[in-house]
């Protein structure tokens, strides 16, 4: 499907070891956030203990699938025989943590498209041996959101309906217990980065890397996200799910009763193929298997 928007990623995994421990992509995992390791339609690189990768953008969901796969394959080889783990959070062993710069946070600040207001970052984090990986889309200008996508309340807006069509459908989405806690540290509603080609959408966990269909079903929901925006419908969709404190309720608190009547509310504007996706989601499948790895 090609959507109006060029799509970005770049997700954070996890790393165990064959005996099953939790160790860090220091030393392991070329590359950093300033000189990433390029690999074919894409890069990698370690993000304090986290490996993440980043793919070429995307101009449809079989590019944006076909994009991950090959920058997974090569960061799978470079951590064998240890493997990739998708999760949210997680407690490391403090031999994993000894690096200088295990202890080392992104300080670029992020923002709250609800509030308007740059987001705070916890500074303790570098004391404890909790550990969290986000899975952020970056959505990118074309054709007929160019002009939302370079004004800034067009990006906050963006940001709003992304919460409402992929962020909401997350909560029921993803089956890991971890979830909440990643949430309470970073990923709020609303946590974006404004970029000059688009936004960079932060709210979003790892767990939709787990599987090509899980991908296709957050692409399509960010087209419709996308696509109602730049259609002036977005108030009339925050109005119709609740309002703002409602989304953000839903969100933060990881409601996923709440989030499942929220979406059952919104099927009018999805796809009628991407609702028989939802509901024939197996969202514990490997990511080995499902991504041929």
């Given amino acids: 499907m090609e959507a109006c928007f060029v799509a970005g990623a770049d997700p954070e995994l996890m790393i165990r070891s064959p005996k099953g421990e939790l160790v860090s992509a220091i030393g392991l995992v070329p590359g950093t956030k300033k000189r990433p390791k390029k690999v074919k339609n894409g890069a990698?690189?370690?993000d304090n203990v986290m490996a993440e990768f980043n793919i070429a953008p995307a101009n449809s969901s079989e590019e944006f699938k076909s994009n991950i796969r090959d920058v997974l394959a090569a960061l799978a080889k470079i951590?064998?025989?240890?493997?990739?783990?998708?999760?949210?959070?997680a407690n490391f062993p403090e031999s994993a943590l000894e690096s200088a710069e295990s202890k080392v946070f992104g300080c670029d600040p992020d923002f709250d498209s609800w509030a308007l207001a740059m987001n705070r970052i916890d500074g303790t984090a570098a004391f404890s041996t909790f550990r969290s990986a986000g899975g952020h889309l970056h959505i990118g200008k074309r054709k007929g959101i160019k002009d939302m996508l370079e004004d800034p309340y067009g990006k906050v807006?963006?940001?709003k309906?992304?919460?409402?069509f992929v962020g909401i459908p997350s909560i029921f989405m993803d089956p890991d217990k971890t979830a909440p806690a990643r949430r309470a540290l970073y990923g709020k509603a609303g946590a974006h980065r404004p970029k000059p080609y688009g936004v960079e959408y932060r709210a979003l966990g790892n767990f939709w890397v787990r599987s090509p269909a899980l991908t296709d079903i957050v692409y399509a929901l960010a087209d419709v996200a996308i696509r109602l925006c730049a259609d002036g419908k977005s108030g009339e969709v925050i109005t119709l799910v609740g309002g703002p404190d409602v989304v953000q309720e839903t969100i933060n608190q990881s409601k996923k009763v709440q989030a499942r009547k929220i979406f059952g509310g919104l099927h009018q504007f999805i796809p009628h193929s991407t609702?028989?996706?939802?509901?024939?989601?197996?969202?514990?499948t490997d990511l080995y298997d499902a991504w041929g790895l």
Avoid: F, G, T, Y
Avoid at 161 to 164: H, N, T, V
Avoid at 275 to 284: I, R, T, V
């Fill in 44 to 46: 990698v690189q370690r």
């Fill in 79 to 89: 951590v064998h025989p240890n493997k990739l783990v998708v999760q949210a959070s």
């Fill in 157 to 159: 807006e963006v940001v």
């Fill in 161 to 164: 309906m992304l919460d409402i």
């Fill in 275 to 284: 609702l028989s996706q939802l509901a024939e989601l197996d969202a514990k």
